[in-house]
């Protein structure tokens, strides 16, 4: 068996764009309800909705499915993730209150964070008050999040909350191959159940897996198979280690 040093590096060019996430594409195991509700908000306006879940749940994918089905009826939306933004980027919410829809990923990450609380607070004011709607997701129950401006948690507290279940290892595979299909990848099922049972199960690390065993199979020009699949996470495992 090759050492998994022996893997060739390349560089690979991004030719390829990025899909944008949609409902259609959705894995709902036991979120049928929420998918639904999600899909009608989409498309009307002047509504508040709180959506938890832990991660790897589908959450960042349904705000953005939200926001290009939005987009698809002429309607003006926009996705924000605060937490991967500094601070100081806050204030640029003070220009959304034009928007049909407002899609907030990861709420729960500005919670104690003063500068985005009340543009928080802000942004939902006038959304209302132009008859536009927030969508927000958080990993944590809005009843756990310690905002340290109350009037921000009793708005969000205003609209609809829902909770969406993690899937299990039929809806995970279910994912898998969709993102294989959508990579034009060929994903054996005995590579597709040996990725499942490596490692971390959560989907974020299993579409990142799965990446790194496209880029190996086209820098090395071999095909997907288990022994492949096994380099590449001994690979990443000692990278891990360094």
């Excluded at 926001?67 to 939306?77: G, L, T, W």
């Excluded at 290892?169 to 040996?194: C, F, I, S």
Aim: charged residues 25%; glycine residues 6%.
């Amino acid at each position: 068996m090759p050492d998994a040093k022996q893997i060739p590096k390349q560089i690979l060019l991004p030719l390829e764009a990025r899909r944008p996430d949609r409902f259609e594409d959705f894995v709902t195991g036991e979120n049928a309800a929420v998918l639904d509700t999600m899909q009608k908000l989409a498309s009307s306006g002047g509504h508040c909705l709180f959506l938890s879940g832990p991660a790897g749940s589908g959450k960042t994918h349904l705000l953005n499915a939200a926001c290009n089905r939005a987009s698809q009826q002429d309607r003006q939306a926009f996705y924000i993730a605060p937490g991967r933004l500094p601070e100081q980027a806050a204030a640029g919410l003070a220009d959304l209150d034009h928007m049909d829809l407002v899609c907030v990923d990861d709420i729960d990450l500005c919670a104690g964070q003063r500068s985005w609380e009340e543009a928080l607070f802000h942004c939902f004011n006038h959304l209302r008050e132009q008859g536009g709607s927030l969508l927000a997701s958080s990993s944590t129950p809005l009843s756990a999040l310690n905002f340290s401006l109350p009037d921000l948690a009793s708005r969000l507290a205003w609209g609809l909350r829902l909770q969406l279940h993690p899937l299990d290892d039929q809806g995970k595979a279910e994912v898998m191959q969709r993102w294989a299909t959508a990579h034009d990848m060929q994903l054996p099922e005995d590579v597709q159940n040996y990725l499942l049972n490596r490692g971390s199960r959560n989907l974020p690390a299993l579409l990142k897996r799965l990446e790194a065993l496209r880029q190996a199979a086209l820098s090395a020009k071999r095909k997907i198979t288990v022994p492949l699949a096994r380099e590449v996470l001994q690979s990443a495992s000692a990278e891990d280690r360094l």
